[in-house]
């Protein structure tokens, strides 16, 4: 496919965020949609909260903490659960028993985009799986490192470099960046770094917007952003 009929999508999101999750299967859907143009997706940090300990909290606790008793969680649960199952997600909340800090699989989702396109989709979307359907801890080193391993990336460099710094302020300033573009909430899709399409909007949505940008761009109606 030309350049000229391809666009870049970067996808803001944080993995223990369950209407990311649902937006990045709605995207998916998306680009089946979009007919001949050449999606390139690419997915940067957000932190829904930063205030996590490193080593996570209790979800029970931070959850009602947060929103003050169970009956609001489980209404939260209940309006979100169906909309997954629509998109083939089968969240199991009760089995996820820690809120992690997310900043570590961030860095490894950073990592993986180095090692390729298909790789960093495969690592997201096992991160997603592997909190929302499976429960694991996503502050975990342990499960970041299979994780990476199962997408493909050489587990024993990110086993080597989580214990450590690196990219750290990388990630963080990708988070602020997102910050000052006045990005509150997530997901949050960026079309050629210049239109954003806010939330878990239907596929159809973000079809008729990667038609529209695309289009726009083959035009030269675009001016590109590096």
């Not at 080597?160 to 997102?178: F, G, Q």
């Not at 000052?180 to 949505?205: H, N, S, W």
Request: glycine share 8%; aromatic share 6%.
């Amino acid at each position: 496919m030309s350049a000229e009929n391809s666009i870049t999508v970067d996808v803001v999101s944080d993995v223990v965020c369950p209407w990311c999750f649902i937006g990045q299967k709605r995207l998916d859907k998306a680009i089946a949609a979009a007919g001949d143009v050449d999606v390139h997706v690419r997915w940067r940090p957000f932190q829904l909260d930063p205030t996590i300990p490193q080593a996570g909290m209790d979800r029970r606790e931070y959850m009602l903490g947060k929103f003050g008793s169970e009956e609001r969680i489980h209404q939260i649960h209940a309006r979100i659960e169906p909309l997954g199952e629509a998109e083939g997600i089968h969240f199991a909340f009760g089995a996820i028993k820690v809120a992690p800090n997310t900043l570590d699989a961030h860095r490894v989702i950073r990592w993986a985009g180095a090692a390729g396109e298909d790789v960093q989709n495969q690592l997201v979307r096992r991160f997603f799986q592997l909190n929302f359907e499976e429960g694991a801890n996503l502050g975990d080193h342990a499960v970041l490192v299979e994780a990476a391993r199962e997408a493909g990336m050489d587990a024993s460099v990110v086993e080597t470099l989580l214990p450590t710094d690196a990219d750290v302020d990388a990630v963080r300033n990708e988070i602020a960046t997102a910050s000052r573009m006045g990005i509150t909430g997530v997901p949050c899709f960026l079309l050629e770094g210049k239109y954003a399409v806010m939330g878990a909007q239907d596929a159809e949505t973000l079809a008729d917007a990667i038609r529209q940008v695309a289009g726009a761009k083959a035009r030269g109606e675009l001016e590109i952003a590096d």
